[in-house]
């Protein structure tokens, strides 16, 4: 099974920009769908985008679409998020996730069988 570590969240002022990596370990995450979620407090865990294992298809949330480009690199298993004209309400724990299959595009978070353990984003007015 593939092991998910985030890294690149952090502190940033409203209109800033940050961007999230997933490294994975295991397996070549090719052969997965990859996927980024949020989770504010009090709230439930939130589809934020997905993209294939070839990286040919991608899927946004209505909420961060035309702020937020995610994207691959195979040859260095690691997808990234990147956050543009960030607003408060962004900010949440950000968590990476991986489906079996390499050609789905899913927003559903019970359909993603791994997880990594999540990075901080806050974004302050």
């Known amino acids: 099974q593939v092991q998910l570590v985030e890294s690149g969240g952090g502190l940033v002022q409203a209109g800033g920009s940050l961007r999230l990596s997933c490294a994975g370990s295991?397996?070549?995450?090719?052969?997965?769908?990859m996927a980024w979620f949020r989770q504010a407090p009090g709230k439930d865990r939130e589809f934020v985008a997905c993209?294939?294992?070839?990286?040919?298809?991608?899927r946004y949330a209505d909420s961060v679409k035309g702020r937020s480009t995610i994207s691959r690199d195979n040859a260095e298993n690691t997808v990234y998020l990147q956050m543009n004209s960030l607003k408060p309400e962004d900010t949440a724990v950000y968590y990476c996730?991986?489906?079996?299959?390499?050609?789905?595009?899913?927003?559903?978070?019970?359909?993603?069988?791994?997880w990594g353990q999540g990075t901080q984003v806050t974004v302050s007015s």
């Open positions: 295991g397996h070549t995450i090719s052969r997965y769908s």
């Open positions: 993209i294939t294992g070839s990286g040919d298809n991608t």
């Open positions: 996730a991986a489906d079996a299959s390499a050609d789905r595009t899913y927003s559903s978070p019970s359909l993603y069988e791994y």
